[in-house]
C-alpha cells in the first residue's frame, strides 16, 4: 500500500530512527552517539522507477535494507538483490572498480558463491510484540495502522449503503484523521505527528485517497470489461506521480505497458486520453 510505505519511509527515514528499527528487529543495542549512520535510500528516476523503502549503513560496513510489505511477497528476494547490487555501486566512489577483484575470499566459505536470505517480521499490532516494544517508533507505526482500519470499518458500518470511490475516500480520510489523534492520546509518535506541516498530512491522506480511487476504479473496470478503462487509470496514476511498481499491482499492466504510457504527452498524461 502506498501510503503505509510513505509513512513507513517518513518516520524510519533518519538516522536515529532506522537504528532503533536495526537494534529492536536484531536484539541489538548499538548506541547512536558512537554508531554512523548513514542512509542511502535510493531514489526514483526517470530512467530506474525502481526504489526501495528504506536502506542506511552502519559504521561504513554493514548494508541494511528493509522493505515495507502488506502480504508476503515470494519475489522478495529478487527484488532485494538488485537494491543491494545498486547499493554497492552506488557506494564505490571508483564506478570501475566493480569490474576488478573487489571482495576479498573468506576462509571456509571458499565453496559459497552467494547466498541471500531474507527475514520477514509481521509488525501489525498484537503480533512480534517483543520487537514493537523495543522500537517507540515502530510500535507507533503498527498502533496508527490499526487503528486507521478500526475507524474505517466504524465509518463504512454508519455509512452502510453509500458506496462509491468518492465516499469510500472520505471515510478514509476522516479514519487518518481520528487514528491520528488516537496515537496522540497514546502518547505514541506525538513528536512526529506535531512535526508534520499541513501539506505532508495532506498529502498522506491524498495518497490514501489515491489509492482507494484507483482500487475501486480497478474493480469496476473490471466488471465492465473495459481493458481501456484500466489504462485510464494508469494514466492518471502516472500524472499523479505514483511509482511503476504500484500501478503494477493496482492495474495488472505490465512494466513494458506502464513505460510507454509514461511516454505519452503531458497533456495527455493528465487527461487520461
Same mark, same amino acid.
Given at each position: 500500500?502506498?501510503?503505509?510505505?510513505?509513512?513507513?519511509? =517518513?518516520?524510519?527515514?533518519?538516522? +536515529?530512527?532506522?537504528?532503533?528499527?536495526?537494534?529492536?528487529?536484531?536484539?541489538? /543495542?548499538?548506541?547512536?552517539?558512537?554508531?554512523?549512520?548513514?542512509?542511502?535510500?535510493? =531514489?526514483?528516476?526517470?530512467?530506474? $522507477?525502481?526504489?526501495?523503502?528504506? =536502506?542506511?549503513?552502519?559504521?561504513?560496513?554493514?548494508?541494511?535494507?528493509?522493505?515495507?510489505? =502488506?502480504?508476503?511477497?515470494?519475489?522478495? $528476494?529478487?527484488?532485494?538483490?538488485?537494491?543491494?547490487?545498486?547499493?554497492?555501486?552506488?557506494?564505490?566512489?571508483?564506478?570501475?572498480?566493480?569490474?576488478?577483484?573487489?571482495?576479498?575470499?573468506?576462509?571456509?566459505?571458499?565453496?559459497?558463491?552467494?547466498?541471500?536470505? *531474507?527475514?520477514?517480521?509481521?509488525?501489525?499490532?498484537?503480533?512480534? /510484540? /517483543? *520487537?514493537?516494544?523495543?522500537?517507540?517508533?515502530? +510500535?507507533?507505526?503498527?498502533?496508527?495502522?490499526?487503528?486507521?482500519?478500526?475507524?474505517?470499518?466504524?465509518?463504512?458500518?454508519?455509512?452502510?449503503?453509500?458506496?462509491?470511490?468518492?465516499?469510500?475516500?472520505?471515510?478514509?480520510?476522516?479514519?487518518?484523521?481520528?487514528?491520528?489523534?488516537?496515537?496522540?492520546?497514546?502518547?505514541?509518535?506525538?513528536?512526529?505527528?506535531?512535526?508534520?506541516?499541513?501539506?505532508?498530512?495532506?498529502?498522506?491522506?491524498?495518497?490514501?485517497?489515491?489509492?482507494?480511487?484507483?482500487?475501486? /476504479?480497478?474493480?469496476?473496470?473490471?466488471?465492465?470489461?473495459?481493458?481501456?478503462?484500466?489504462?485510464?487509470?494508469?494514466?492518471?496514476?502516472?500524472?499523479?506521480?505514483? $511509482?511503476?511498481?504500484?500501478?503494477?499491482?493496482?492495474?495488472?499492466?505490465?512494466?513494458?505497458?506502464?513505460?510507454?504510457?509514461?511516454?505519452? $504527452?503531458?497533456?495527455?498524461?493528465?487527461?487520461?486520453?
Amino acid at each position: 500500500m502506498a501510503y503505509k510505505d510513505s509513512l513507513f519511509r =517518513s518516520i524510519f527515514g533518519n538516522a +536515529k530512527s532506522a537504528l532503533a528499527l536495526y537494534n529492536a528487529v536484531h536484539g541489538t /543495542s548499538l548506541d547512536p552517539r558512537d554508531t554512523e549512520v548513514v542512509m542511502n535510500t535510493l =531514489s526514483e528516476t526517470l530512467w530506474t $522507477p525502481r526504489k526501495n523503502d528504506l =536502506s542506511f549503513l552502519i559504521n561504513r560496513s554493514l548494508v541494511v535494507v528493509a522493505e515495507h510489505q =502488506s502480504t508476503i511477497n515470494e519475489n522478495m $528476494p529478487y527484488r532485494m538483490l538488485q537494491y543491494v547490487c545498486r547499493l554497492f555501486e552506488n557506494g564505490l566512489e571508483n564506478k570501475k572498480a566493480v569490474y576488478t577483484d573487489s571482495f576479498e575470499r573468506v576462509a571456509g566459505f571458499d565453496g559459497v558463491t552467494l547466498e541471500l536470505e *531474507i527475514d520477514v517480521y509481521n509488525v501489525n499490532a498484537g503480533r512480534n /510484540s /517483543s *520487537i514493537l516494544e523495543a522500537c517507540a517508533e515502530l +510500535k507507533g507505526y503498527a498502533f496508527f495502522v490499526s487503528r486507521v482500519g478500526a475507524h474505517e470499518k466504524e465509518l463504512g458500518a454508519q455509512g452502510a449503503g453509500s458506496g462509491g470511490a468518492e465516499r469510500t475516500a472520505e471515510r478514509t480520510i476522516k479514519a487518518i484523521r481520528l487514528a491520528i489523534q488516537d496515537c496522540k492520546n497514546a502518547g505514541l509518535l506525538r513528536e512526529f505527528w506535531e512535526n508534520m506541516s499541513k501539506e505532508e498530512l495532506n498529502m498522506l491522506a491524498s495518497e490514501w485517497d489515491m489509492e482507494t480511487a484507483l482500487e475501486v /476504479s480497478r474493480e469496476e473496470g473490471f466488471e465492465r470489461g473495459v481493458g481501456v478503462g484500466v489504462e485510464t487509470v494508469a494514466v492518471n496514476a502516472l500524472a499523479k506521480g505514483l $511509482p511503476f511498481e504500484l500501478i503494477h499491482e493496482l492495474t495488472g499492466l505490465d512494466t513494458e505497458t506502464i513505460t510507454g504510457l509514461s511516454q505519452r $504527452p503531458a497533456d495527455m498524461l493528465s487527461h487520461g486520453n
